[in-house]
């Protein structure tokens, strides 16, 4: 079975063309970044226009790459959540008008089951039952993964997601839109003890908290003035990554799985990577990180989660599927 997957729940406009769920024939993106760069963050209207711009050339542009025609898709499915309601409405809209045209079955994805499915393509001999840490610019999750379809939260941010607290920290010391990536970067050369940053909530539970950790950025840049920009964001990351580390490992043993499956954006930090794998080592876990292109928006995840649920439910979800901006992560995920 061949499946269009398509993905402009933000700022990504994204195609890709998988078979039977994990092979991806073609996987193309378009990234607005630079387009709301000037803004700091994405401006919904505009991020909406432009993927009614891209996403038409885009798909053709990926059927090219698979040496494909219309002709050949089994499927399309299309995240429907959660995201911003215009560019969720442009990519609802498009897919089905391509499943009408060409008399195929349609399914909507629910963006956070998708970024899951980036530990299937990547590692298909790990399978569930194991701990899922999403942490994307818009979410920070900890999902505990039964099985493919069959998620429960365990624990989440109160306040601000993991990715936004490094992109409002990047705005803060100038790196741009999104920041993630260039923190990660300067990080490699800075002293992450150089600054002590607050670890919030890291004591109990498996909620998390980041917005006092920007605050204490925002103190820290005011009060110090010139302190080395490598430093600031070492010591910013490093506080970022032990918490997600800690609440990771700390669910995992509650619910007494071996694995942890990190997903989303950040979950591309080199520093991340190497903080969470030595935790998880030292408690007899494992932790996979699905290399980054898979872990950021992309439209191949879209597919291989569209795909589990078309084997679920052949005739798919119909044309009657609407976009929801807020869409939980539950069992009806699929
Ligand atoms: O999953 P994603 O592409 O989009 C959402 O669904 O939000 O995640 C984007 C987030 C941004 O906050 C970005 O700064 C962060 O992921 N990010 C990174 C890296 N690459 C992207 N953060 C740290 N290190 C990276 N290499
Ligand atoms: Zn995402």
Known sequence: ???????????????ALIRDGDAVLASKLYSQAELHAAYGGVVPEVASRDHLRKLPPLAEETLAAA???WDALDAVAVTIGPGLIGPLLVGVAYAKGVALAR???LVGVNHLAAHLFAHRLAYPDVPPPFLGLIVSGGHTLLVHVADWGAYRVVGSTRDDAAGEALDKFGRLV???YPAG???DELAAAG????IPFPRPMIESGLDMSFSGLKTAAVYR???HGNEPLADLCASYLQAVAEV???KAVRAAQRLEVRDIAVVGGVAASRRLREVLTTRAAQRHLDAHFPPPELCTDNAAVIGACGHHRLVQHPKGDGLRITPDPGLALDTSSG
């Not at 079975?1 to 195609?15: P, Q, Y």
């Not at 002293?191 to 150089?194: I, L, M, Q, V």
Request: proline share 8%.
């Open 244 to 246: 997600l580390a800690e």
């Open 181 to 183: 990536p260039k923190i």
């Open 191 to 194: 002293d992450p003890g150089a």
């Open 174 to 176: 100038g790196l741009g």
């Open 1 to 15: 079975m061949i499946v269009l997957g398509i993905e402009t729940s933000c700022d990504e406009t994204a195609v």
């Open 67 to 69: 040496g494909r025609g």
């Open 103 to 105: 008399g195929v079955p």
């Open 221 to 223: 840049v005011r009060d």
